[in-house]
């Protein structure tokens, strides 16, 4: 995202599950919680230097993945438009593999099933899923900024980028 944009101050955002509560064990539907990854990327940080600062991000936002996202907005007295999210316009999701079979119903056989909803909730969605150590990834993308062949291009200069990664860090 640094490289398009040339912006060294790169905010994305990212799901957490909010099961971890035993006030929601027995309750059915989606627990989920924003947080906000912002990494400061200037310096021309080595990959290892980045490695780093990503990692304390992360820390520091999963240390308070209980402050509803809600809250954060109100504590900021952001303006809510409801056209974009107000904090962050990138989403990073990354599913474990197997989530669905740990899911138990007596009598239900369980089907993953990839929805379109037919409209993108912020400009770029990078879904990764480890699928028996192998990476899969998803991007869903604003048509209204993106087109087919731009994505080709981002996802193949991405795959360019974690080969360069792999073989000299």
Same mark, same amino acid.
């Given at each position: 995202?640094?490289?398009?944009s040339?912006?060294?101050?790169?905010?994305v955002? /990212?799901s957490v599950?909010r099961r971890?509560?035993?006030?929601? $064990?027995g309750?059915?539907?989606? !627990? =989920?919680?924003?947080l906000v990854? *912002?990494?400061? &990327?200037?310096?021309?940080p080595? !990959? @290892?230097? &980045? %490695?780093v *600062?990503?990692?304390?991000? +992360?820390i520091?936002?999963?240390?308070?993945?209980?402050?509803?996202f $809600?809250?954060?907005l109100?504590?900021?007295?952001l303006?809510?438009?409801?056209?974009?999210?107000?904090? !962050?316009?990138? #989403?990073?999701?990354?599913?474990?593999?197997g989530i669905?079979?740990n #899911?138990?119903? @007596?009598g +239900?056989?369980?089907?993953? #099933?990839l &929805?379109?909803?037919?409209?993108?909730?912020?400009?770029? =969605?990078?879904?990764? $899923?480890d699928?028996?150590?192998? %990476?899969? !990834?998803?991007?869903?993308?604003?048509t209204?900024?993106f087109?087919?062949k /731009?994505i080709d291009r #981002?996802?193949?200069?991405?795959? @360019?980028?974690?080969?360069?990664?792999?073989?000299?860090p």
């Amino acid at each position: 995202l640094y490289r398009y944009s040339q912006c060294p101050d790169v905010i994305v955002g /990212t799901s957490v599950s909010r099961r971890d509560s035993h006030e929601v $064990e027995g309750l059915i539907g989606p !627990f =989920t919680n924003n947080l906000v990854l *912002r990494t400061d &990327l200037s310096g021309d940080p080595t !990959f @290892k230097d &980045l %490695l780093v *600062r990503v990692r304390d991000v +992360a820390i520091g936002a999963y240390a308070h993945q209980d402050l509803p996202f $809600e809250r954060l907005l109100a504590e900021l007295q952001l303006e809510r438009d409801l056209s974009h999210n107000p904090l !962050f316009q990138v #989403l990073l999701v990354f599913h474990e593999s197997g989530i669905e079979r740990n #899911l138990h119903l @007596k009598g +239900a056989r369980i089907t993953p #099933l990839l &929805l379109d909803p037919g409209t993108s909730r912020f400009d770029l =969605t990078f879904v990764t $899923e480890d699928v028996n150590g192998r %990476l899969d !990834f998803l991007v869903e993308y604003s048509t209204d900024l993106f087109d087919a062949k /731009t994505i080709d291009r #981002l996802m193949g200069h991405y795959q @360019k980028l974690l080969q360069s990664i792999a073989s000299d860090p």
